[in-house]
Nanobody, 120 residues
Framework: QVQLVESGGGLVQAGGSLTLSCVASGSIVSINDMGWYRQAPGKQREWVAT???????NYADSVKGRFTISRDNAKNTVYLQMNSLKPEDTAVYYC??????????????WGQGTQVTVSS
């Protein structure tokens, strides 16, 4: 069984920082893109950032310059360093990865989500 487990969410004041982590585990054959999405109350889930297996990164305009995504392929882990947090960053953050598991096929996997709350 393949799964993604996030950690690192919490409550922080505006202007503060948090780092999220997401570890992929299980019978993984290969991992393609890894990234983060978020969903604020009453809103649709939106893409935040992506890290490709070749080292390319992409960011949503709303977080560019404040968030940094990184990846440790040896640990099957992706991180999201969030600086200069704003109240509008408040959301449940979800890890996403395109993975191939043994006796399976390429598909998207999602973590359970971790809450980030930024107070003003």
């Amino acid at each position: 069984q393949v799964q993604l487990v996030e950690s690192g969410g919490g409550l922080v004041q505006a202007g503060g920082s948090l780092t999220l982590s997401c570890v992929a585990s299980g019978s993984i054959v290969s991992i393609n893109d890894m990234g983060w999405y978020r969903q604020a109350p009453g809103k649709q889930r939106e893409w935040v950032a992506t890290f490709t297996p070749h080292g390319s990164t992409n960011y949503a305009d709303s977080v560019k310059g404040r968030f940094t995504i990184s990846r440790d392929n040896a640990k099957n882990t992706v991180y999201l360093q969030m600086n200069s947090l704003k109240p509008e960053d408040t959301a449940v953050y979800y890890c996403n990865a395109a993975m191939l598991a043994t006796r399976s096929y390429w598909r998207d996997y999602w973590g359970q989500g971790t809450q980030v709350t930024v107070s003003s």
